[in-house]
């Protein structure tokens, strides 16, 4: 099963197998904390880090670990680099991490990344695997700034809002103000999430149907080959 290319992959992670898009994996953080672009990117970060950890470490052992405890052992793998994430949040990012809550622990229970761990690295070698993991977590975490961007821009009239949780004091004045005195609370709630994210997924699958047609009316209009076909021999 290693014979997969890398191109294959990317465009797997990235469009033709999103998690977020088509798998519909990971939704509950996903559409909780993406009230802002910066909160987006925080868990996008944290997650991509998880995926392509765990994906090369399930990698590495795929040979070594019983079936019977394979899904326990990606557990606790997916749990440790859960731990460092965490970790590293704490020391570096710790109001974000504390504006992300509960949902930077419960990465450990993201389908997603277990899902990855157990249809693709454990059969596959560790340079795929972890481009699988890098690839399905940048196509995650653009979904993520998408729809953080979405519900700041229309729900608050602003980007970029409170950058210096992750960067530090030199993004203070990152702010982008689009619209003044502007506020939509629908966008900033949960059932906003919910709406944008419906938006996100119909334009995806009309971009997929256009460029279907697209492909369908090339092979319409290319030239067809005629073959001549020599018969020998009798019939009787």
């Given at each position: 099963m290693?014979?997969?290319s890398?191109?294959?992959?990317s465009r797997?992670g990235?469009?033709?197998n999103?998690?977020?898009?088509?798998?519909?994996l990971?939704?509950?953080p996903?559409l909780?904390?993406?009230?802002?672009?910066?909160?987006a990117i925080?868990l996008g970060?944290?997650?991509l880090?998880?995926?392509?950890?765990?994906?090369?470490?399930v990698s590495l052992?795929?040979?070594?670990?019983?079936s019977?405890?394979?899904?326990p052992?990606?557990?606790?793998?997916i749990?440790s680099?859960?731990?460092?994430?965490?970790?590293?949040?704490?020391?570096?990012?710790?109001?974000l991490y504390q504006?992300?809550?509960i949902?930077?622990?419960?990465i450990?229970t993201?389908?997603?990344?277990?899902?990855?761990?157990?249809?693709?690295a454990?059969?596959h070698?560790?340079?795929p695997?972890?481009?699988?993991?890098?690839?399905?977590?940048?196509?995650?975490?653009?979904?993520?700034v998408?729809?953080?961007?979405?519900?700041?821009?229309?729900g608050?009239?602003?980007?970029?809002a409170g950058?210096?949780l992750l960067?530090g004091?030199m993004?203070?004045?990152?702010?982008l103000?689009?619209?003044t005195?502007?506020s939509?609370?629908?966008l900033?709630?949960?059932?906003g999430?919910f709406f944008?994210?419906?938006?996100?997924?119909?334009?995806?699958?009309?971009?997929?149907?256009?460029?279907e047609?697209?492909?369908?009316?090339?092979?319409?209009?290319?030239?067809?080959?005629?073959?001549r076909v020599?018969?020998?021999?009798?019939?009787?």
């Open positions: 290693s014979d997969i890398l191109g294959k992959i797997d990235l469009w033709d999103n998690p977020a898009l088509v798998q519909l990971g939704l509950c996903l909780a904390v993406t009230a802002s672009v910066v909160n925080g970060l944290a997650t880090l998880v995926l392509i950890g765990s994906n090369v470490a052992i795929r040979n070594l670990v019983p019977a405890v394979r899904l052992a990606f557990v606790m793998i749990a680099f859960v731990t460092c994430a965490e970790l590293l949040m704490k020391a570096y990012t710790y109001e504006i992300l809550g949902f930077i622990p419960l450990v993201n389908c997603a990344i277990l899902g990855r761990a157990d249809a693709f454990a059969k070698p560790v340079l695997a972890a481009t699988d993991g890098l690839m399905m977590g940048l196509g995650f975490m653009a979904v993520l998408l729809l953080g961007g979405m519900r700041e821009l229309f608050q009239g602003t980007l970029f950058m210096e960067v004091p993004a203070a004045d990152w702010q103000t689009i619209f005195d502007y939509f609370l629908f900033v709630l949960p059932p999430a944008c994210m419906g938006l996100i997924i119909a334009g995806k699958k009309t971009i997929d149907e256009r460029l047609q697209r492909r369908k009316a090339a092979n319409a209009d290319a030239p067809k080959v005629s073959r020599r018969v020998t021999g009798t019939i009787s």
